[in-house]
T-cell receptor
Framework: DAKTTQPNSMESNEEEPVHLPCNHSTISGTDYIHWYRQLPSQGPEYVIHGLTSNVNNRMASLAIAEDRKSSTLILHRATLRDAAVYYCISHNAGNMLTFGGGTRLMVKP | DTGVSQDPRHKITKRGQNVTFRCDPISEHNRLYWYRQTLGQGPEFLTYFQNEAQLEKSRLLSDRFSAERPKGSFSTLEIQRTEQGDSAMYLC???????????FGPGTRLTVT
């Protein structure tokens, strides 16, 4: 799995959109980009994944750069419950996940 | 609740003792994963099963660690002769093969004194 790079932390105001960046410059053509998040004292939770096209689900949107070397997780309206560590993972063919340090998102009321 | 469950949630043990953790995956999932997470770090893969077969083990899984999934349902992770460095959160996850989403349990927090 390719290495991913994320900022250590980010802050957002409640009810505003949040854009969480991830660089994966060594990603291979068959690697999917996954996002998980981990709320305090809980196990990680799947958020979204994609290969080339942008993806939307009820939790978030994933915007993937045309060259696939970076992606952005978009939370459309941050709530206090979105405060968590967000992990971006480059992943191929469904075995173990390789987590990095993630981005700690703080949401201010 | 049909999610992944883990037991116990917390375990405190003395160095040198053996401990065993249990994971019950989501019932239709035939893949089961174990991860370990130390404070401030992301989870690290330990091992995974497809049904009862253990298909991959990390080099992190020393000889003191053993995992089983005897009937392809629940799994146990045993640590023998625990060391202080084993103190961590042990996470279990499950998935369908070919599906990318892994569903995690709440974890077992191990403290070795």
């Amino acid at each position: 799995d390719a290495k991913t790079t994320q900022p250590n932390s980010m802050e957002s105001n409640e009810e505003e959109p949040v854009h969480l960046p991830c660089n994966h410059s060594t990603i291979s053509g068959t690697d999917y980009i996954h996002w998980y998040r981990q709320l305090p004292s809980q196990g990680p939770e799947y958020v979204i994944h994609g290969l080339t096209s942008n993806v939307n689900n009820r939790m978030a949107s994933l915007a993937i750069a045309e060259d696939r070397k970076s992606s952005t997780l978009i939370l459309h309206r941050a709530t206090l419950r979105d405060a968590a560590v967000y992990y971006c993972i480059s992943h191929n063919a469904g075995n173990m996940l390789t987590f990095g340090g993630g981005t700690r998102l703080m949401v201010k009321p | 609740d049909t999610g992944v469950s883990q037991d116990p949630r917390h375990k405190i043990t003395k160095r040198g003792q053996n401990v065993t953790f249990r994971c019950d995956p989501i019932s239709e999932h035939n893949r089961l994963y174990w991860y370990r997470q130390t404070l401030g770090q992301g989870p690290e893969f330990l091992t995974y099963f497809q049904n009862e077969a253990q298909l991959e083990k990390s080099r992190l899984l020393s000889d003191r660690f053993s995992a089983e999934r005897p009937k392809g349902s629940f799994s146990t992770l045993e640590i023998q002769r625990t060391e202080q460095g084993d103190s961590a959160m042990y996470l279990c996850a499950s998935s369908f093969p070919g599906f990318y989403e892994q569903y995690f349990g709440p974890g077992t927090r191990l403290t070795v004194t």
